[in-house]
């Protein structure tokens, strides 16, 4: 059978489970997915629908909005609502696919929902889902994704949605794309021999497959033509203006540029449907604390900024390296990157838009790492793989039997006359082989994971009461936070971006004259008075990761009178505290 179409068909549901078993030491799913495979878009949402069948109590989905071609953004909600309501609940926000090429960021992403579900007997899985929501969709661009399944294509082709552009300016629109020229399903590559000495490349003496530079002491005879394609629009170019021609990753608000400067950008931000139905959710969901947008290839896992136009406040960077670096550890080969000053410039970008615009700390991995090809890196630099042809398919011949790569045929070109036409196919070089799909998203899932269990924690760890005399009492609290995530991103404490976290002192009989954040446990009268309303304390910078606020209130009433304190934030837990005046209590807050 065809590789393209072993990897690309869609296979019939296989039936659900009664539930997951342990038998002589195997799992048995619930829902069997094979995860080696990639799956049109009705694939993915196929899945959707298997996992809310075998799941009604964690799985809810919603239709958030609709593509350019009207096809459904079909979200999955995912966490136990018998603990809570989603939007109660700190949240993740995880998509894939956002270019329609980048076809395995849907697959990671629905794999992180699947094996949540699947492990809900494993104590930190059961964990996540009780006291976190995970906003999964697995296609920001679904256009895109099944023009690259349905149509002749090469790995880097219908990266853009499908709404129509002019991508050469000559008034017409997506009238020149590439051509099936010799009708294999694919997109491939032409070249042409030429007389001796005037082409720039030269046959691979021991691989005729493989074209090698010229140069003084071995001249050329053969010349590259680009992909597969004629002049469609007359215009003497070639392929110039293919389908569509606009970037969801070009299309967010942070440091939006114009199509000018910053190719598929759009008209202004939010201009495509397809981004202004996820932004809109996410501006209206304030409980999202961690974002993870998949894209490929290259094995990397990407922070902003952007562009030189921004600075990240110090705390929140150490926020981001730790998670980055351990993010290393579980992805081997994949590296932990700045998007703009390790990669290149990206004007409006999503994550960089989530962070800077809305305080949420985000990543880009990019699926997918060339060494993985071989497990090791054979000249230390990430680059070897995609520089190196005769290696490339010495792994297409070893581990796939040639099936990823057209040999070359000729062809008479209308304009360039007798041409070959070969090279490598869209399943190879950006996606994963289908035999290491499932390592792929597993291994990013599990750093998915890591980062929603260190979206901040808070509690309260210690409660005091203080008798003053004369019925006062100093009533001294620590809320602490166990993780390595701030409840309050410093980007968004210094932009007043959202609300700030809300400390309030209830009580019946108790009435709080002063209060506030207490700056020097040794010095209690070193008190950060609040302006107005002592009972409702703002932390405006939340509770830092792996850290304590310490809050303090004089308040009158009588001995045992009962008083409740109770916290609330966007993105961490809520917790309250229940005591007494003249009571001490260690314990944690319900």
């Known amino acids: 059978m065809n590789l393209l179409l072993l990897l690309l068909s869609l296979a019939p549901p296989a039936p659900a489970a009664a539930a997951p078993q342990e038998a002589g030491g195997v799992w048995h799913p619930r829902v069997e997915i094979a995860w080696n495979r990639y799956y049109p ?25 609709e593509s350019w071609e009207g096809r459904p953004l079909r979200l999955l909600v995912l966490t136990d609502r018998r603990t809570g309501p989603a939007e109660d609940k700190p949240a993740m926000w995880v998509d894939g696919n956002v270019h329609g090429n980048e076809v395995q960021g849907g697959e990671a992403a629905l794999y992180l929902a699947w094996w949540l579900l699947e492990h809900q007997d494993n104590p930190r899985a059961k964990a996540l889902l009780e006291t976190r929501t995970f906003y999964v969709l697995p ?18 082709s219908s990266r853009s949605g499908v709404r129509p552009y002019d991508d050469d300016r000559d008034g017409l629109l997506d009238e020149d794309p590439p051509n099936d020229l010799d009708g294999d399903g694919e997109i491939t590559m032409m070249r042409k021999q030429v007389p001796l000495g005037e082409g720039t490349h030269r046959l691979d003496p021991d691989d005729p497959r493989i074209l090698l530079p010229a140069d003084a002491d071995h001249p050329g005879d053969w010349i590259l033509l680009g992909s597969e394609g004629v002049d469609d629009d007359g215009d003497g170019r070639i392929n110039e203006d293919d389908v569509g021609g606009y970037d969801m990753n070009r299309n967010w608000p942070a440091d939006w540029q114009p199509r000018y400067l910053q190719y598929g950008a759009g008209d202004y931000p939010f201009s495509f449907p397809e981004t202004a139905a996820i932004g809109k959710f996410l501006i209206e969901h304030p409980n999202v604390a961690a974002v993870q947008s998949f894209h490929n290839a290259g094995g990397m896992i990407l922070r ?29 080969f994949y590296r932990y990157m700045v998007i703009h000053a390790d990669l290149y410039t990206v004007h409006g970008g999503f994550v960089t838009w989530t962070y800077e615009g809305l305080g949420i700390f985000s990543f880009t991995n990019e699926l997918w790492a060339p060494q993985q090809y071989y497990g090791k890196d054979r000249e ?26 057209s040999d070359w045929k000729p062809y008479h070109h209308p304009l360039y006359g007798d041409v070959e036409i070969g090279g490598f196919k869209r399943q190879h070089g950006r996606v994963a082989p289908s035999f290491m799909i499932e390592e792929m998203c597993h291994r990013n899932a599990m750093f998915c994971i890591r980062h929603a269990e260190e ?36 980007m968004a404490a210094e932009h007043e971006i959202g609300a700030p976290d809300v400390v309030r002192f209830v009580g019946d009989g108790v009435t709080v004259l002063t209060g506030g954040v207490l700056r020097d446990a040794f010095r209690p009268e070193r008190l950060e008075l609040p302006v107005r309303r002592p009972e409702r304390i703002l932390l405006r910078s939340g509770v830092p990761g792996h850290g304590v606020v310490r809050l303090s209130w004089i308040v009158e009433g009588a001995a045992g009178a009962p008083f409740r304190l109770e916290y609330e934030a966007d993105k961490a837990d809520d ?11 260690d314990a944690q807050g319900d």
């Open 304 to 332: 902003g900024p952007g562009a030189e136009y921004v600075k990240y406040p110090r705390s929140d960077v150490r926020v981001y390296d730790r998670l980055g670096k351990e993010g290393e550890a579980i992805l081997p």
């Open 380 to 405: 230390g630099s990430g680059g070897w793989f995609a520089r190196n042809t005769k290696d490339q398919l010495q792994f297409v011949d070893d581990l796939l039997l040639g099936e990823a790569y």
């Open 455 to 490: 979206i901040a924690d808070v509690s309260f760890s210690r409660v005091e009461t203080e008798d003053l005399g004369d019925g006062l009492w100093r009533v001294t609290a620590v809320l602490r936070n166990d993780r390595t995530m701030p409840s309050r991103s410093a």
């Open 41 to 65: 878009y009705e694939g993915l949402l196929d899945i959707e629908a298997r996992l809310a069948e075998a799941w009604p109590e964690f799985v809810e989905l919603r239709d958030i909005g």
């Open 575 to 585: 917790t309250a505290f229940e005591g007494v005046l003249g009571g001490t209590d």
């Open 139 to 156: 296609s920001q661009n679904p256009d895109g994704r099944d023009h690259w399944f349905d149509t002749a294509a090469t790995a880097h």
